[in-house]
């Protein structure tokens, strides 16, 4: 018994170590197996990194293909270019030799070639087809461009290139809307259709932009210099004499845009401020307009008045036709002053007579329309900013402006496009706002304040950004400006100034009852929704460049983006010159006493 029980453990022994064996084989079998599935997911994933880079080799090789068409394009379209300016220029120097002015035809054949030879390699790109230049298809939001590297751009030198394709596509697209209705001439001298047998005025705009640091070079100046020496390289235009060659062109320091009338202005609106002197200097101009047979449009208001005026200057100047002088009808809606779509989408150029507020008065007749033609602005008011042109020198700018001979300097200056949208009616996918009827939309100039008005409350305002909640902002309220009304109300709010040529969006609360609470810049392309929520304790007002206040009440919000139809306004210099010259002169910007310069103590 004793025997039979020992062999039994003996053998449960053994049978255990055994089973541990077992297990531990077991263990590394399945260790095996763990490794084996990892060996073949690497060999899968070996396998599709294989397959993609011969995808990728074989879109390198379509690419490299197509920028070689495009380089041999350029290179073929640069030489007949060259030949062509040459030619050209041999052409007209014989003309000059014999004492013969160039004709128009020669003006605009220098002036396409001038505006050919600008065109850069990413602009060519744009211009092919859509298998050479793999343009992605567009949806109905967004106007998309792929560029592929040629071997000699960085990331960031083609992501630039491919973003103002992009947004040169969406703004063009913008301005392709039809325009409906039919003007009538008050001044019973021509109809409809005979204005509108008239065409509008050719142009070419030239935009340079200096290709590197070589841009700076040139002899240095001391900052008296600076200031009072009138540098060769940027010439007002309206001191230029078209009988001399060399000062025949205008050319500017560094980037700037330039308008180059290919035929004379055939329609022009004059904007005037309703004053005694600025009536005056609008009657002068208007005259000035009509001695060159130019079509001039005045507001209904002051139509009659003009009409007269005109008149009484025919006795001593029998060019001066009223027949050409012309008003329109006010259309039916009673809730703005705005012109007509169809007279817009004539005029060629706009004439401001007054200050800043004419300014802003003329860009809010113009309404939401995409076609805004160039303004010049004659200064008659008290700051400034946006009026270059002295009204002593009136003549002499009139008459370089609308000769078709001359090159005007230009400032985009970008709006926003404003929607109220009330309490139950948003859309979070911002679907209705190209549906607006006649008085939704609001574009602004200057800014957008929403305030809190007589009450003693806090504002309180949920700020989203495309559709992403943002902060809420309390206090006495918000501004959002443009780059050109960072030096209204939004400087005085303690905002950035920003130069207009910079498309972006400020953002500038007023007095906020926080310690954190700091101005914004956004990008062009963001928008911003601002609400009032349904807890607030009162309701907000908004004003759009000080226009058109209208309350806000709870669940109420306003929608802001960025317009595509930006203010196109001639310059006395260039943009750079002008926006300086307006901040050093009208706001004394970082005036101050001049240090003394260095002296060495005595020994």
Not at 94 to 121: K, Q, Y
Not at 213 to 240: A, C, H, W
């Amino acid at each position: 018994m004793v025997q039979a029980t020992e062999g039994l453990l003996q053998f449960i022994k053994e049978t255990s170590r055994e089973k541990q064996v077992l297990e531990r084989e077991l263990a590394e079998a399945r260790k095996s197996l763990a490794s084996l599935r990892k060996e073949n997911e690497s060999l899968q994933q070996r396998q599709r990194f294989v397959s993609n880079t011969s995808h990728q080799q074989q879109k390198i090789d379509r690419n490299k293909s197509t920028f070689s068409n495009v380089l041999g394009i350029s290179r073929v379209e640069n030489d007949s270019l060259q030949k062509k300016e040459t030619f050209q220029k041999a052409h007209l120097r014989r003309r000059h030799t014999v004492s013969e002015p160039p004709s128009h035809e020669d003006a605009a054949c220098a002036a396409e070639s001038a505006f050919n030879s600008s065109l850069g390699f990413w602009f060519l790109l744009a211009q092919l087809s859509p298998h050479e230049s793999k343009l992605e298809e567009e949806d109905h939001h967004h106007a998309t461009v792929s560029v592929a590297n040629d071997g000699q751009s960085s990331v960031g030198t083609a992501a630039a290139a491919a973003i103002s394709i992009a947004l040169a596509k969406s703004w063009t697209s913008a301005t392709g809307s039809k325009v409906k209705g039919s003007h009538q001439s008050l001044s019973g001298a021509s109809d409809s259709s005979d204005m509108a047998s008239i065409p509008k005025a050719r142009f070419r705009l030239v935009a340079a932009v200096p290709k590197g640091p070589g841009r700076m070079s040139g002899p240095k100046r001391t900052v008296s210099e600076q200031v009072l020496y009138n540098q060769e390289e940027s010439i007002p235009f309206d001191n230029l004499d078209p009988t001399l060659e060399t000062t025949s062109e205008w050319v500017a320091f560094g980037a700037h845009l330039k308008l180059q009338w290919m035929s004379q202005p055939r329609r022009v609106l004059v904007v005037f401020k309703l004053t005694t002197d600025a009536l005056d200097a609008a009657v002068k101009t208007i005259c000035l307009l009509l001695r060159e047979s130019i079509h001039v449009f005045v507001e209904p208001k002051m139509y009659e008045r003009v009409k007269e005026c005109v008149k009484s200057q025919q006795d001593s100047d029998s060019c001066c036709n009223t027949a050409h002088l012309h008003t329109w009808n006010l259309g039916s809606c009673e809730c703005s002053n705005a012109i007509p779509e169809d007279i817009i989408s004539l005029l060629d150029l706009i004439f401001t007579v007054g200050g800043d507020g004419t300014v802003l008065w003329t860009c809010s007749l113009l309404g939401t329309l995409g076609s805004v033609p160039p303004i010049v602005a004659i200064s008659m008011g008290s700051l400034g900013f946006m009026t270059p042109f002295p009204v002593s020198r009136l003549q002499k700018t009139v008459e370089c402006v609308v000769s078709p001979n001359s090159s005007l300097p230009l400032m985009l200056r970008h709006r926003l496009q404003c929607r109220i949208i009330r309490a139950g009616d948003m859309e979070s996918d911002f679907s209705m706002l190209n549906k607006a009827p006649c008085g939704e939309d609001v574009l602004v100039l200057n800014e957008l304040v929403i305030d809190r008005g007589i009450t003693a409350s806090l504002t309180k305002l949920e700020c989203y950004i495309d559709n992403h909640f943002m902060a809420t902002i309390q206090g006495d309220g918000l501004i959002v400006s443009t780059p050109t009304g960072s030096t209204a109300y939004n400087l005085a709010a303690g905002g950035s100034m920003v130069h207009p040529a910079v498309p972006c969006i400020l953002f500038t609360p007023i007095c906020p009852h926080t310690l954190s609470s700091r101005p914004l810049v956004f990008p062009e392309h963001v928008i911003l929704r601002l609400e009032v929520p349904t807890d607030s304790r009162g309701d907000l007002y908004c004003s759009f460049d000080g226009k058109g206040r209208q309350p806000l009440g709870p669940g109420d919000s306003v929608v802001v983006y960025l317009s595509q139809s930006p203010v196109p306004m001639v310059c006395h210099l260039d943009a750079s010159h002008d926006w300086f010259t307006s901040v050093r002169e009208g706001l004394h910007w970082n005036r101050r006493t001049i240090q003394k310069d260095y002296q060495p103590n005595l020994p």
